[in-house]
């Protein structure tokens, strides 16, 4: 099983910016497809947008034009760019490789008004 570690999360005011990260904990992993997910508190997972090892990009409506999902292959690390946030954007954003089922631990994005 492929062991995931995000990072870039942090605190950010209502029409910032993050960067997410995604990457393999142990060397000699390639990722191939990976999930972006988030999951606010009280509420269910919800898919954020996902990107092949080929580089096609897809997104949840609602993410569409502020959410940018890529990959650097040479470092194996997959990113997730997130502009103009807004508060309702507040959530634990966790990474997911589908072949392998494997999760991250999850980094957390607070979005203050």
């Known amino acids: 099983q492929v062991q995931l570690v995000e990072s870039g999360g942090g605190l950010v005011q209502a029409g910032g910016s993050l960067r997410l990260s995604c990457s393999a904990s142990?060397?000699?992993?390639?990722?191939?497809?990976i999930n972006w997910y988030r999951q606010a508190a009280g509420s269910h997972r919800e898919w954020v947008a996902a990107?092949?090892?080929?580089?096609?990009?897809t997104y949840a409506n609602s993410m569409k034009g502020r959410f940018t999902i890529s990959r650097n292959n040479a470092k194996n690390t997959v990113y997730l760019q997130m502009s103009s946030l807004k508060p309702d954007d507040t959530a634990v954003y966790y990474c997911?490789?589908?072949?392998?089922?494997?999760w991250g631990q999850g980094t957390q994005v607070t979005v203050s008004s």
């Open positions: 142990e060397s000699g992993v390639s990722l191939g497809v």
């Open positions: 990107l092949s090892r080929g580089g096609l990009p």
């Open positions: 997911n490789d589908p072949l392998s089922a494997s």
